[in-house]
Structures are given as C-alpha cells and as structure tokens.
C-alpha cells in the first residue's frame, strides 16, 4: 500500500524537503564558523519556549521562534562582547534551556508524549498550518542565506576582512544567529531537538568531501539535505521507522559512503601519481564584495 496517498505523509514529505533544503543553506556558515553544534544550544532554549507556549496555552511553534531567537541573539553578543567565552555561554543555554523545558512542560496539562514530539520530531502529525509555517520561513532563510551568501562568507571566513570592506559585521553576525533559530524552530518538527544540529552540519560535512569551493559546497550539501529528507521519509513511510532519525541516518549513512569513496579515489590518484590539489576557495566571493 503506498502511504503516500495519505495527506499526513504528503505534508510529512514536503515539508521534510524544505527544512532539508534550508537547513544546510545555514549550516554551512555555522561549520565555517566552527559552531557546527550551536543549533543543539539553542534548540534546547526553543525547548524552553515550546514549554512555555504550552504553559500559556500559546502556540509552541510560536513562542520557540521568540525563545530560540531571543538565545541566539544572547549567544552572539556574549560571544562578541561578553567576557565569557562563546562555548561556555553555550553551554549555559544548553542545560538551561533543557532544564527549563522539562520544568515548564510538566507544570502544563502536556502529557510526556508533547514533550517527546518536539525532543526526537514528530513529522507525521504536520499539519496544514505547520506546513505553511514552515514554508513561509524556510523560504524567507533560503532566500536570505543565498542573496546575502559573499557578504555571510566573507563574515564567517575573516572578520576583519570584512570590517576592513565596509561590512555591516554586527547586523550580519546577527542575521546568522536568527537565521539559526528560525533553522532550529521549524527543524523541530521534522527531526526533534536531539538531532536538529545533525541535519544542518552533516550535509555540510558530507560535501566537503567531494567540492572545495564554497559556493560549490554549498550547493552540494542543499542537494545532499534534500535527498537525506525525502530518502528518509520513505524508509521511515516502509520500515515503520521515526521519520527524524531516518532522515537523520539517511545523512549519515551519505557522509560514510562519500567519505569512502572519497577516500579511495585519492588512494587511486596517489598511486598513479594524478593527484593534484584544487583551489581551496573560489575567489568570486571576495571579487564580489571588492567590486
């Protein structure tokens, strides 16, 4: 029987396809930044919101967007101004925000299965309004990530550079921060809080393998983000799997079989003495900005 004649797998799909996209655009800077595992600090400060929107009898999804932006924003200025270092203001919001989640939710009329929805995804019960939620600021982040992308670059790459360049450092180093908690917020639904980080930093991680300039890589892990969602949902539609942790192993299990196969043409190359190195970097970006 194909489970896809059913609208909650359709909505499941599509909407698993956008944040497979979308997440990926975002995660690229983070990796370039080193901040691969940001979205799990604030994906747990989102957990915080969700508990409060169910405490208030306020929509979670909402009150999450508020709480994960308001925690990016807190990270990105301890990180630039604070004397705290960026991973130990992280690692506050990390058990903060868990902790306060777990408090909140257990002092609502929730069941422990709310809790569990947004702790490991709960795609199968998207619906219409989560879809267009979903889309709408999926949308709005592809958007931003790729017409903004030399400027994000050259912010993530050197900061200096792009003071130096003119650059709007503060307000771009905030456009990423709030770009990471609309990817955490509508991630939540497809891959849970435990595994948000995973789908925007392994695509990344997996096309590193086989690319070298950035905007090629950055193209790769969207395509590699959008197969990991849709071949991930279809196993969880025929095994009768969790949809976030098949989309997330999915992943996973692409990174393993590029990283070999990766790994074996460069063995190839050294014996027969054909490997050459390509440019690490694509300079188009920095041109664009000089220009």
């Given at each position: ?119 490991f995804g709960s795609l199968t019960t998207t619906s219409q309004g989560d879809l267009v939620t979903i889309g709408v600021l999926g949308a709005a982040l592809l958007v931003t990530m790729l017409v903004l992308r030399p400027a994000l670059f050259a912010v ?136």
């Amino acid at each position: 029987m194909d489970l896809f004649q059913y609208d909650f797998m359709l909505r499941a799909l599509f909407g698993a396809l956008i944040i497979g996209l979308a997440a990926p655009a975002l995660g690229i800077y983070l990796v370039q930044r080193r901040l691969a595992l940001i979205g799990d600090g604030i994906g747990h400060v989102a957990l915080t919101g969700v508990g409060a929107g169910l405490l208030l009898n306020r929509s979670p999804v909402l009150v999450a967007v508020i709480a994960a932006t308001l925690g990016a924003i807190v990270i990105e200025l301890v990180r630039a101004y604070g004397r705290t270092s960026g991973d130990l203001a992280l690692a506050l919001l990390f058990y903060g925000g868990i902790a306060g989640g777990v408090v909140l939710v257990g002092l609502s009329d929730a069941s422990s299965g709310a809790l569990n929805a947004y702790l490991f995804g709960s795609l199968t019960t998207t619906s219409q309004g989560d879809l267009v939620t979903i889309g709408v600021l999926g949308a709005a982040l592809l958007v931003t990530m790729l017409v903004l992308r030399p400027a994000l670059f050259a912010v993530c790459h050197d900061e200096e550079y792009a003071r130096v360049s003119g650059l709007p450092v503060r307000a771009l180093n905030l456009i990423i921060a709030v770009g990471t908690a609309i990817t955490v917020t509508i991630a939540m639904r497809a891959v849970g809080v435990l595994l948000i980080s995973a789908l925007m930093v392994v695509p990344v991680a997996t096309a590193q393998q086989v690319t070298r300039g950035f905007r090629s890589t950055m193209a790769a892990a969207m395509a590699l983000g959008l197969f990991a969602a849709g071949a991930g949902v279809w196993v969880a539609a025929t095994a009768d799997t969790a949809p976030g942790a098949s989309v997330v192993l999915v992943a996973i299990g692409s990174f393993l079989l590029v990283a070999l196969g990766a790994a074996g043409v460069r063995a190839v190359r050294r014996r027969t003495g054909n490997d050459r190195v390509a440019p690490q970097a694509e300079p188009a970006e920095h041109e664009v900005l000089l220009g």
